[in-house]
């Protein structure tokens, strides 16, 4: 027990170990240290740790832009290579029959990025409607050497969507628009789109939102692909050297995405769909 307190006081420093104290008393009155101090903490940790650089998962070895602007506090889940990876796993997969890459809602072109590195997808096309992400998807494909294998747009429609699809029908779509997805995808984009993957984060909890919303997106996608569901696996919060000396609350923020409640995606392959 004396050797674990004295790593931690090591990693975390005296005023967070006095902070840490005092939570463990705090906490039995209700009154925790702030989360987002401790993202925070985490954050500048394994910044010292690994520097910009993705240590773990499919994508290690990407390079993560110091200036990041999407997803403050998702660098510690990105570092360790568990942010999304459920979605990286699936786009992988679907890597083995497509070779072009469509990325809507694109924000820092994490995706997009890691997947060119990986040499996963010979073209990536990325649509962001923030001038900031648009700037940070070219310096971070810069960074990482696929620049010339990368095209930004700004806001994606059924029209510029067209206009790529026309250059290749056979492409693997990821979609995060902020509960853009259930207006975008109408029956017509979708008949467009019948020879491609798609893979969609669907928004219910967004005030505009409509309770029917999903399921007519859902019944307009079977037309043309089978759809289901995709889940996150559980997270072994003990498989991270880097953390053992750190607080089991500690451990689990490390790896929190910051949703505001459970997160849906959609993938959907056209029918009859076979990787090669």
């Known amino acids: 027990m004396i050797f674990k307190i004295i790593h931690l006081y090591k990693n975390i420093g ?5 902070r840490f104290i005092l939570n463990q008393l705090f906490i039995k009155f209700g009154f925790p240290l702030n989360e987002i101090h401790i993202k925070e903490k ?23 832009n110091k200036d990041y602007w999407w997803g403050k506090y998702d660098i510690t889940n990105k570092l360790l290579g568990s942010y999304e ?14 070779k072009y890459f469509i990325n809507l809602g694109a924000a820092d072109g994490y995706f997009a990025i890691g997947l060119l590195k990986k040499r996963y997808i010979d073209k990536a096309i990325c649509f962001e409607i923030s001038p900031k992400g648009r700037d ?26 067209n206009e790529i699809i026309l250059k290749n029908k056979e492409s693997i779509i990821l979609c995060d628009i902020e509960g853009g997805e259930f207006k975008l995808f109408n029956d017509t984009l979708l008949s467009s ?15 505009n939102y409509s309770h029917d919303d999903l399921k007519k ?3 307009r996608s079977e037309r043309y692909f089978d759809v289901k569901y995709i889940n996150k696996n559980a997270i072994d919060i003990n498989a991270y050297e880097e953390l053992d000396d750190f607080p ?12 505001p409640k459970k997160m849906n995606w959609l993938i959907m392959v056209p029918k009859n769909y076979e990787t090669k």
């Open 14 to 18: 005296l005023v967070e170990f006095i």
């Open 42 to 64: 985490l954050s500048k940790y394994l910044i010292e740790k690994f520097g910009y650089q993705i240590k773990y998962g499919q994508f290690s070895g990407l390079l993560l």
């Open 85 to 98: 990876s459920h979605v990286t796993e699936h786009l992988i997969k679907l890597s083995k029959k497509y």
């Open 136 to 161: 940070n998807i070219l310096k971070n494909s810069q960074i990482n050497g696929v620049s010339e294998y990368i095209e930004i747009y700004g806001e994606a429609n059924k029209h510029s969507i």
């Open 193 to 207: 789109l019948r020879f491609c993957s798609i893979i969609i984060e669907t928004h219910e909890f967004l005030e």
């Open 217 to 219: 997106l859902i019944e």
């Open 248 to 259: 089991d609350d500690w451990r689990l923020l490390a790896f929190s995405e910051n949703r």
